[in-house]
């Protein structure tokens, strides 16, 4: 059974860091991409940044690009995301996700809580 | 990136079909495949229902189907039930290498 387990998340003020991780579980994680998907409170999903499965190749929405930096440990099956100079607007819950922008979406976490706010 | 446009809302009675639409430029729907549907019901993780346009992942009903006719997308829900009632999201590839997501649709079971 695939499982994906979020954890990091919390309150952090403007400006501030704050690392998301998520423990993989029921696949061979290094075979696939990998994704981090928000939603911010009252608003739709918005696509943050995707891994290839070796970890060479990373994306990232116009939004979080040059803050954010997507990276994974295939010996950990863990996928992070470094969220540097969060902004208010970072407010969201985060999701990790199997998939990539061409591979379908097919699994996601439960979500972690991350708060900007001072 | 604009996000893809989708109705606000949609609504059916039980048994009944719905059609929720998605609409977006040659750039992304229009331009790719790699159109996806996805369930979501508030607190819960998101739920792939549609992938590549028209393709069920095992599991899913067979009520639910994809189509696209050049920049839109859509997502049919035939024999509406009442567990069908949730957010429903398009998403789709698009030339930037990045993936945009619609703004949502929640699907009200009368």
């Known amino acids: 059974e695939v499982q994906l387990l979020e954890s990091g998340g919390g309150l952090v003020q403007p400006g501030g860091s704050l690392r998301l991780s998520c423990a993989a579980s029921?696949?061979?994680?290094?075979?696939?991409?990998m994704s981090w998907v928000r939603q911010a409170p009252g608003k739709g999903l918005e696509w943050v940044s995707s891994?290839?499965?070796?970890?060479?190749?990373?994306y990232y929405a116009d939004s979080v690009k040059g803050r954010f930096t997507i990276s994974r440990d295939n010996s950990k099956n863990t996928l992070y995301v470094q969220m540097n100079s969060l902004r208010a607007e970072d407010t969201a819950i985060y999701y990790c996700?199997?998939?990539?922008?061409?591979?379908?979406?097919?699994?996601w976490g439960q979500g972690s809580l991350v708060i900007v706010s001072s | 990136q604009s996000a893809l446009t989708q109705p606000a809302s949609v609504s059916g009675s039980p048994g009944q079909s719905i059609t929720i639409s998605c609409t977006g430029t040659s750039s992304d729907v229009g331009g790719y495949n790699y159109v996806s549907w996805h369930q979501h019901h508030p607190g819960k993780a998101p739920k792939l229902m549609i992938y590549e346009v028209s393709n069920r992942p095992s599991g899913v009903p067979d009520r639910f189907s994809g189509s696209k006719s050049g920049n839109t997308a859509s997502l049919t829900i035939s024999g509406l039930q009442a567990e069908d009632e949730a957010d429903y999201y398009c998403?789709?590839?698009?030339?930037?290498?990045?993936?945009?997501f619609g703004g949502g649709t929640k699907l009200t079971v009368l």
């Open positions: 998403s789709s590839y698009t030339s930037s290498s990045t993936l945009v």
């Open positions: 891994v290839s499965g070796g970890g060479g190749g990373t």
């Open positions: 029921g696949f061979t994680f290094s075979s696939y991409a």
């Open positions: 996700a199997k998939g990539s922008m061409r591979q379908r979406l097919d699994y």
